[in-house]
């Protein structure tokens, strides 16, 4: 009988510690999430409001934000550029399968990346202070890489604005 208690106890105590350690899903976006603040993003948990296909109303979505932010705000950029995985009826088309709010010139690899990783991506907003997106986190380290190089890429967008 007490040999039955002390394996009851034991088995309580490795169940409890069991439950404090996190899934292994949780464990890959806290790497992600580490590996993202050695590239110099901020990671944030946040809500966007996304256009419909004929920009009448608005849908929110609680999703993760990858951000670069600049080291100055550039003035010469409109509010707010979208792009999106969407058609959007006002938008324009930049990439297979990609639309954006304002005409911009992405270079080959930079539709490349976004056609690749389409499927993970909400939306990538371009501000006057930072590059933000948003995404699932599915994927590693060279997706998060491939997404920096994208990122890196649309922080220099003011240069290619009409």
């Avoid at 002390?6 to 996190?22: E, K, Q, Y």
Wanted: proline share 6%.
């Amino acid at each position: 009988m007490t040999a039955l208690i002390v394996i009851f106890i034991t088995l309580s105590l490795m169940g409890s510690a069991l439950w404090i350690v996190p899934p292994k899903k949780e464990r890959q976006k806290m790497s992600l999430r580490m590996h993202a603040r050695k590239l110099g993003i901020t990671v944030q948990l946040t809500s966007i409001d996304l256009p419909d296909k004929w920009d009448k109303s608005k849908n929110r979505q609680k999703t993760v934000a990858y951000s670069y932010y600049r080291p100055k705000p550039l003035i010469t950029l409109p509010d707010c550029i979208w792009i999106l995985p969407y058609e959007v009826w006002k938008y324009q088309s930049i990439s297979k399968g990609w639309w954006c709010s304002e005409p911009i010139l992405i270079e080959e690899r930079m539709g490349h990346i976004l056609s690749k990783h389409g499927s993970l991506l909400t939306g990538i907003k371009i501000a006057p202070e930072s590059v933000s997106l948003y995404w699932n986190e599915a994927g590693d380290e060279s997706t998060l890489n491939e997404l920096f190089e994208l990122i890196y890429a649309l922080e220099k967008v003011n240069s290619s604005l009409h």
